[in-house]
């Protein structure tokens, strides 16, 4: 059949909640998303297919290349309190409390998928691209709220706090359908994980400036990670 390509747009408005959302994203590409990551045993599209059931390549009528681009639009804010005699030993004579909003807020969720069939052969390969977890946060100096208020000795807080994390998962399939009710998949899953925080809270305090108090270290901290794992599934239609 001949080529099937797709693009698609999509966005994400998260709804205000208690506590901060989880950072996996529940589906690969718009299409999959729309359905709430539904694909395991029904197979629309080549992202949802490769990313939660390999076998269901086999499926899909035609050969496909997808391409979905996401806004992920998150509204967080982090808000703490402090007793007055528990803030810089009392001084300030009354509690301290504030509610300080994220100015970061919006980010790119990316899907790329392709599905060949082999020609008048039971086998199919594929290979989907997709960002999988996400999160950023971006919380300016406010004196008003003690955890991104002064660090010490004016303060208890660590100041302005930034941080993103992002997860991308590549992964190659191979599927072989045996009729037309079932199939076997093949699927290694390879991740690429990157997190940046400012400041680095979890290092251990030092006394850069010499003024005798003990803070988090200033500056960006960043890393990355590689990760893999495989897919083995079965898929029935």
Do not use: C, K
């Not at 990551?37 to 197979?43: I, K, L, N, R, Y």
């Not at 939660?52 to 035609?62: C, H, P, V």
């Not at 009729?179 to 940046?196: C, K």
């Amino acid at each position: 059949g001949p080529w099937l390509t797709a693009l698609t747009l999509t966005a994400l408005s998260a709804t205000t909640a208690a506590a901060q959302s989880g950072h996996i994203i529940n589906g690969a590409g718009a299409e999959n998303q729309a359905v709430a990551g539904v694909a395991t045993g029904m197979p629309l599209e080549p992202s949802g297919s490769i990313t939660w059931n390999s076998a269901g390549i086999a499926f899909l009528e035609d050969r496909e290349v997808s391409l979905s681009l996401g806004l992920f639009s998150p509204r967080s804010s982090v808000r703490s309190s402090v007793a007055a005699p528990a803030f810089l030993g009392g001084t300030t004579g009354r509690p301290l409390s504030g509610r300080t909003h994220s100015d970061r807020r919006d980010q790119v969720l990316t899907a790329f998928s392709f599905v060949h069939h082999g020609e008048d052969a039971p086998w199919s390969v594929g290979l989907g691209l997709h960002t999988a977890a996400v999160f950023a946060a971006e919380y300016p100096a406010d004196a008003s709220n003690p955890i991104t208020g002064p660090q010490r000795p004016n303060g208890v807080g660590f100041g302005a706090l930034s941080s993103e994390y992002r997860l991308m998962q590549l992964t190659p399939t191979f599927a072989w359908r045996f009729n037309d009710a079932l199939s076997i998949g093949f699927a290694p899953v390879l991740n690429y994980a990157t997190l940046e925080l400012s400041p680095n809270f979890y290092a251990p305090p030092d006394d850069a400036n010499g003024d005798g108090f003990a803070n988090p270290p200033g500056g960006t901290a960043s890393d990355e990670a590689w990760g893999a794992g495989f897919r083995l599934r079965a898929a029935a239609a």
